[in-house]
């Protein structure tokens, strides 16, 4: 499977910035996924974001985007979205997309494999 993050860039604070993630690959069922977002800082682990189950009935997110990141997929052009508005430089991170399961309440990546990632860098 080919998980391909875009629509990073600069932003001030905030601002909006929305990214996609586009799914490929043959076996790689997108609509029967659960899946999510989890970014890096420089110098820091990555850290779980955001998931949404294939249904698109239920969102989670960490608490420190709430009311602010909204998570959403299109299963039938196999593409998850993340919207992030009023960013704040605390959101500088390159951001992933991933499959992702719920292990004991902490969110995992289904692969160790991360695509590329897509760089958001907010200024204040």
């Known amino acids: 499977v080919q998980l391909q993050a875009s629509g990073g860039g600069l932003a001030q604070a905030g601002d909006s910035l929305r990214l996609f993630c586009a799914a490929s690959?043959?076996?790689?069922?997108?609509?029967?996924?659960?899946m999510g977002w989890f970014r890096q800082a420089p110098g820091k682990e990555r850290e779980f974001v955001a998931a949404i189950h294939w249904a698109a009935d239920s969102t989670y997110y960490v608490d420190s985007v709430k009311g602010r990141f909204t998570i959403s997929r299109d299963n039938a052009k196999k593409m998850l979205s993340l919207q992030m508005n009023n960013l704040k430089p605390e959101d500088t991170a390159r951001y992933y997309c991933?499959?992702?399961?719920?292990?004991?309440?902490?969110?995992?990546?289904?692969?160790?494999?991360w695509g590329q990632g897509t760089q958001v860098t907010v200024s204040s």
């Open positions: 690959g043959r076996g790689f069922i997108f609509g029967r996924k659960v």
């Open positions: 991933a499959e992702v399961f719920n292990a004991g309440g902490t969110w995992r990546p289904r692969s160790p494999y």
